[in-house]
């Protein structure tokens, strides 16, 4: 297994460059001098939901208003603020309007709610080559690239990313439906891993299946001999499946991770032939039935995942992500019940084993409100349903007062009138700090481009020292333009603060965690004065592998609140 890269930040020293001088008053006293304007000075913040209403048939309900929804936190009914319907049409309209007039507030006529605005939609295609098999991932992929073709134009960005037992980007977020078809076809060539592991259970099947017409007299010793040793197999497969799927989960929570910081519409479609809710749930049950022992049962609470998936999609809603799943492995008989297979295997144990992979699937799906395509040869009608999620929707939104602090939030959404539609919409709200968003913006800024620069961040690199045979002490040099940090004035002396927040991710895709670092700012007011709009600068160091690297920075103002951001490429050494 590869080591995780790891990431020091190290200030080393602090230094403010004074130039020509520029005239300024005295006397002041706790003023602020400097700093862009305030960032949310109200502090208010909009809390926009989507919410996707179909009828009986699963087609969209069109023609409905604010007053027809009830939206509510943590149980306390809220009055909408925002509310927009949307179809594909309107959204090409708004578009189109956007890109050749110039961007002004919307005038809304007294007492009627404003629409809510047109957001980027960024759509991750997950194929995960590590759980299911190449035919299977090969016939979805067809209809994948059919959904590309269909659907992707402004102000949808779709990015590939392929699992292999570690996370790839395949290819980066884009609205050119032809790169990411031919990213897409670059992967049926692809190794997969669930062959393996569909050997290894059928083994241990079969093996099952000859312990049971096994006529072993009075070899009473024989036969417990072979018990225990399936059951050994069993509880191993088991363990492998649970390892199998961490890597599985992890690759999903770092997709989701990588989408934090984006401002719009989160979706990630999810390929694969399922995940273990319960790994070896299956061969539990056949070893049950073929033994007459139900004791192994008692381990499913030993292997059950449940957790790890209640864990991500907690994360996903807190990020906004909605996860739509499409399961590649269709419509598949029963384990040992198709012609091809010369044993007989318990119908009730093939069934749990199935259902097994196909549950985490739904899960996450509507935990999230997303979508779930299973038990089907042709995932096209799934692939609709979810294209129609794309364009299809209605945005409430409410306002709360913003705490500046990490707080999750309860959202239930209904109709008055006891409508009878299907509704779906996320189910939490997770109101962020400054330093979580900023955080998660530096973390998606190693996989997104983020043009936010508003304290115009400069990084320089210097030569790399080597600390070990692997690992190198890496210099950057961060500047920012000085006028833009707000300082109060204390006597004589001006003060203030900047939060550095640093990230990196190798060419591999291997990310370090998002550090972060206070600097405070101290100076004469004088010299302040005579610097005019001069550079201040930090040296921090990165302990860093061998390799290429993304550096990604952030820095916070935390007296206006404001955020600025800046990147740059490595090579180590």
Not at 83 to 96: K, P, S
Not at 170 to 181: G, K
Request: aromatic share 6%; glycine share 8%; net charge negative.
């Amino acid at each position: 297994m590869k080591k995780v890269n790891t990431v020091v930040l190290v200030l080393v020293a602090a230094i403010v460059t004074v130039g020509a001088g520029a005239e300024g008053a005295e006397g002041e006293s706790r003023e602020r001098v400097g700093g862009l304007p305030f960032a949310d000075e109200v502090q208010v913040t909009v809390v926009n939901v989507d919410v996707y209403v179909r009828d009986r048939k699963g087609m969209p309900v069109d023609g409905l208003g604010a007053d027809d929804f009830i939206i509510s936190q943590d149980g306390i009914e809220m009055p909408i603020s925002n509310f927009a319907e949307f179809d594909a049409e309107v959204i090409r309209q708004r578009v189109a309007e956007a890109a050749v007039t110039a961007p002004v507030e919307p005038q809304e006529p007294a007492g009627e709610i404003p629409a809510a605005e047109i957001k980027p939609v960024w759509v991750v295609l997950y194929i995960d080559h590590e759980n299911m098999e190449a035919l299977d991932r090969n016939r979805v992929l067809r209809r994948v690239r059919e959904f590309v073709t269909e659907n992707l134009e402004e102000p949808v960005q779709i990015m590939v990313v392929s699992f292999q037992r570690s996370l790839k980007v395949v290819q980066p977020f884009t609205s050119e439906s032809r790169e990411v078809t031919a990213a897409l076809r670059g992967m049926t060539e692809t190794s997969t891993g669930r062959e393996e592991s569909e050997s290894a259970r059928q083994e241990i099947v079969r093996a099952m299946a000859d312990a049971k017409n096994q006529d072993y007299g009075t070899q009473n010793n024989s036969q417990v001999g072979a018990e225990l040793d399936l059951r050994q197999r069993v509880t191993a497969f088991a363990a492998e499946e649970a390892f199998n799927l961490r890597l599985a989960i992890d690759g999903l929570r770092q997709v989701i991770a990588m989408l934090s910081g984006l401002d719009g519409r989160k979706t990630v479609i999810y390929v694969s032939s399922g995940l273990p809710m319960v790994p070896g749930i299956g061969l539990m049950h056949d070893h049950a039935m073929t033994f007459h022992d139900q004791t192994i049962l008692s381990m499913r609470g030993r292997y059950d995942q449940t957790r790890l998936f209640n864990e991500l999609t907690s994360m996903a809603n807190a990020q906004e992500v909605s996860i739509y799943s499409i399961d590649a492995s269709g419509l598949n008989p029963l384990d040992g019940m198709d012609a091809e297979n010369a044993y007989s295997r318990d119908p009730t144990a093939s069934s749990i084993g199935s259902k097994n992979y196909k549950d985490s699937l739904v899960y996450m799906a509507e935990a999230t409100g997303g979508i779930a395509v299973i038990n089907t040869n042709d995932v096209r009608g799934g692939m609709e349903r979810i294209s129609s999620d794309l364009t299809n929707y209605y945005s409430l939104g409410y306002t709360v007062n913003s705490s500046n602090e990490d707080r999750v939030h309860r959202i239930e959404v209904g109709m008055k009138g006891g409508q009878d539609y299907d509704l779906r919409f996320r189910r939490r709200f997770v109101e962020k700090s400054d330093r979580s968003r900023i955080q998660d913006r530096v973390f998606t800024s190693l996989v997104v481009d983020i043009d936010d620069n508003p304290m115009g961040l400069e990084l320089s690199v210097a030569e790399p020292i080597a600390g070990s045979e692997t690992q190198w002490m890496v210099p950057i040099h961060l500047s920012l333009d000085l006028g833009t940090i707000a300082l109060l004035t204390l006597g004589d002396d001006l003060v203030g603060r900047v939060v550095v927040f640093v990230g990196a991710r190798d060419d591999e895709g291997r990310n370090t965690e998002v550090q972060q670092q206070e600097h405070e700012i101290s100076m004469p007011k004088a010299d302040y004065l005579a610097a005019g709009r001069e550079r201040f600068g930090i040296d921090f160091r990165l302990l860093l592998e061998e390799g290429r690297h993304r550096i990604s920075v952030g820095v916070m103002d935390p007296i206006t609140r404001q955020d600025s951001y800046e990147k740059i490429v490595v090579s180590v050494p």
